[in-house]
């Protein structure tokens, strides 16, 4: 059965008890911060935090760009985890931007990290933040963005922590990531700017690359369904594999059958400027579909059990291909099954790929 919320229900009753164990705290913490109104204030410094995944950065994109848009004289601070920081940095999202890797993301939970990262975030209150957005909806986020000390401050509080915030908001659960954080600017009159369109231009000359490298193993691929689809695509178009860590045992199969496709390696931003002559990428649910969506290559994205409409690539050239039968296989994840995945068909992909690159 597929989930239509971005927490389970198991997460935010138990986020909810702590925050409630917080709550006397932080409400009397609170009562010694002066209150702003934001309608008379200056707003020299705006910070956003999307410290979680590379992906995420790239979905918040076009949102940085529409803070910039409503307050063009502001200095934007971005703070990103530490994989995303050369990649946001050539892509120019932000003023300033600010890597950290932190302890609830990389499940460190050794108290020494958790010490770092609260005096890494109390320092930002010599920054003078006048305005603070965090979209994630996690209690822990709300706790960092808190320390900041930022005059207005914006989050949502599906998992508890609304006194971490000036301004908490309500979330929407059924909203795509993007236009989550697109209802939270638009409090303070943000509007998501759209591309103009423009005609597509068709790189005939690109391959069509794979990309199966994921975060969580149960949202991959399988190896076997890789090989297929690849000797399906050999015979009639250029081909390109990515080389990271997941595509090791794949790589090594393509050697021993004798398919000579093309190989690419190197960092993000040299990827960014690879990708940008190929034909397509096809992908799980992952930062390569966002990435290609962002500089507008077509997408071919497989998802297993969780819900596209949450994280689909932001993109009219983009094709998600789904399971044909609700998620029934027993998982150890609320949301993600790796059987779902592999009942995704080669075959299908294949055809898929073809109406894409039509």
Known sequence: MLVKQVYNKKTIFWSRILSYMFYPYFKISNCFRPTYDIKNMDINTILVTEYHRIGDVLIIA?????????????????????????????????????????????????????????????????????LAFDFKGD????????????????????????????????????????????????????????????????RENGSIVIHVGVTDTRRSWPTKNWIQLIKMLYTKFEVAVVITCESKELIEKLKIINLNV???????????????????IV??????????????????????????????????????ITPNLPCDHKSNHWRLCSECMDSIEPKTVYKKICECIK
């Open 262 to 280: 093309e190989y690419f390696q190197g960092d993000l931003v040299e990827f960014k400027n690879w990708l940008n002559m190929q034909r397509c």
């Open 62 to 130: 076009p949102i940085l760009k529409s803070i910039k848009a409503r307050l063009p004289d502001s200095h934007l601070i971005l703070i990103c985890n530490k994989n995303a920081e050369k990649l946001a940095k050539h892509l120019n999202i932000a003023d300033e931007i600010i890597s950290i890797n932190v302890p609830w993301t990389d499940w460190d939970w050794s108290i020494v990290k958790w010490l770092e990262i609260r005096s890494f975030a109390k320092s930002f209150s010599n920054r003078k933040i006048d």
């Open 283 to 320: 992908c799980p649910d992952s930062m390569a579909g966002h990435l290609a969506a962002f500089i507008g290559i077509p997408v071919v994205s497989l998802f297993g059990s969780q819900i596209p409409e949450l994280t689909y690539p932001v993109t009219e050239d983009k094709i998600i």
């Open 139 to 202: 209690f822990r986020n709300g706790w960092f963005l808190w320390l900041t000390y930022p005059k207005v401050s914006y989050g949502y509080d599906t998992t508890g922590g609304d006194y971490f915030f000036t301004n908490p908001i309500k979330m929407n659960q059924n909203l795509h990531q993007l236009y989550r954080a697109e209802a939270m600017v638009s409090e303070i009159g943000c509007k998501l700017i759209k591309e103009k369109k423009s005609r597509r231009i068709f």
